[in-house]
């Protein structure tokens, strides 16, 4: 037998599992003993018999494959970082963490991505054509780049070239329409980078369309008479006049109800689900000859289907003789126009327009019309002729 230099006999030790250390102190109270080191540390045993020493080894060495890495296989600075992944995570699951990374980092398709965006916002409090534009502008982004096409693909090349070529109705889409199909992709890449599905969002890179001089079409103040007088007793002419002399869109307009209007105070009522933001205003301070053309109004004008007034707008500016992309939303435009220039008050003209501000008066209508034509505008009335500029 093997002895050491003070010739104490020396113990063959027993094939020990990996990771363990024996040692033997003859003499001592707990002679046998063992270290071991896992991420908290190193640690170390002392046992009175070599057999209790080997039954707390095999218990040890026996807690499963993966407790066995975290004792002896994993250096020093990983083990730290697993107790620091334990301490972050307050001991969560190592799988079920996994899977979670796993389908928050796996590759998205631009088609699942919409499909979950608009899932998730359909929930919101918008008017219906503000959820059937995102819907309508989400799916031609879809169709152009691919629905398969990964999100990690698509960046602001990518985007500048969908907006560059796209087509409306076989034509090339106005800056309006470009800046509204971008505003939509938009909303979309920030929903994403929110809900960590992308890291960021690339929009900075995209440059918003400004409006042509040439987007901006009004109708002349013969025009606008003659598009009223010819219509005149067509039982939508009081819904088309909202649009000429309140301002109101052609999607508030169309789904107004007589309810809405209140004749007393001269005041309408613009419900949530019948305005583009899907909040409720209300709007005073109207040009007297709205009431004029209310006044016409018909049983028949407030029973009047929302698509159905849309044909009915399409057969009064076609009996008037107006087509053409030019009198696409000329209303609007010519209210805001002469409504500026007549008041000179564009923060009474954007309250009226339900505008959040006056930039778009400033940069846009303001300056395009004449004092003069904007009270004409104005003094337009059924069945009257143009009164004296003031």
Same mark, same amino acid.
């Given at each position: 037998m093997k002895t050491d230099a003070k010739g104490t006999p020396k113990r063959t030790p027993k094939r020990t599992p990996r990771g363990f250390t024996l040692t033997h102190r003859p003499g001592r109270p707990l002679p046998y003993g063992v270290r071991w080191r +896992? /991420?908290?540390?190193r640690h170390s045993r002392q046992f009175a018999t070599e057999g209790e020493r080997d039954n707390f080894i095999r218990a040890l060495a026996s *807690?499963? =494959?993966e407790t066995r890495k975290e004792?002896?296989?994993?250096?020093? +600075?990983?083990? /730290?970082r697993w107790?620091?992944? &334990?301490r972050l995570t307050n001991n969560a699951d190592l799988l079920e963490v996994g899977r979670f990374w796993a389908e928050r980092h796996r590759p998205l398709p631009l088609g699942e991505a919409v499909e979950r965006y608009i899932a998730a916002v359909s929930g919101r409090k918008v008017a219906n054509d503000t959820a059937t534009h995102r819907a309508l502008h989400l799916g031609r982004l879809v169709a152009a780049l691919g629905a398969e096409t990964n999100l990690s693909k698509i960046g602001a090349a990518e985007i500048r070239g969908w907006l560059a070529s796209l087509v409306l109705d076989g034509r090339p889409a106005s800056p309006a329409s470009r800046r509204h199909h971008r505003a939509n992709a938009n909303r979309l890449w920030a929903w994403l980078r929110a809900e960590g599905l992308t890291p960021t969002s690339f929009f900075d890179a995209v440059p918003v369309d400004e409006a042509e001089d040439s987007e901006i079409n009004l109708l002349t103040v013969d025009e606008g008479r003659h598009l009223l007088e010819v219509? *005149?007793?067509?039982?939508s002419a009081p819904r088309l006049a909202l649009e000429a002399f309140a301002g109101l869109r052609f999607t508030s307009a169309q789904r107004l109800g007589l309810e809405d209007i209140n004749f007393a105070d001269r005041g309408i009522t613009l419900p949530g689900a019948k305005h583009k933001s899907g909040r409720r205003h209300y709007i005073d301070g109207l040009p007297g000859n709205v009431w004029d053309w209310l006044a016409l109004a018909k049983p028949a004008t407030w029973t009047v289907a929302? &698509?159905?007034y849309a044909i009915h707008k399409a057969e009064m500016f076609k009996a008037a003789g107006f087509t053409g992309e030019r009198f696409r939303n000329v209303l609007r435009h010519s209210f805001a126009s002469y409504h500026c220039a007549a008041y000179k008050n564009p923060g009474l003209t954007a309250s009226l327009l339900t505008h959040r501000g006056q930039d778009v008066?400033? =940069?846009h209508y303001r300056g395009r019309a =004449?004092? +003069?034509?904007?009270v004409a505008w104005f003094q337009i009335t059924p069945s009257s002729k143009p009164k004296a500029s003031a």
């Open positions: +896992s /991420a908290t540390g *807690q499963g =494959k004792l002896h296989v994993l250096p020093p +600075s990983e083990a /730290a107790e620091e992944f &334990r219509n *005149q007793d067509h039982p929302p &698509r159905m008066l400033w =940069k =004449k004092e +003069s034509d904007g």
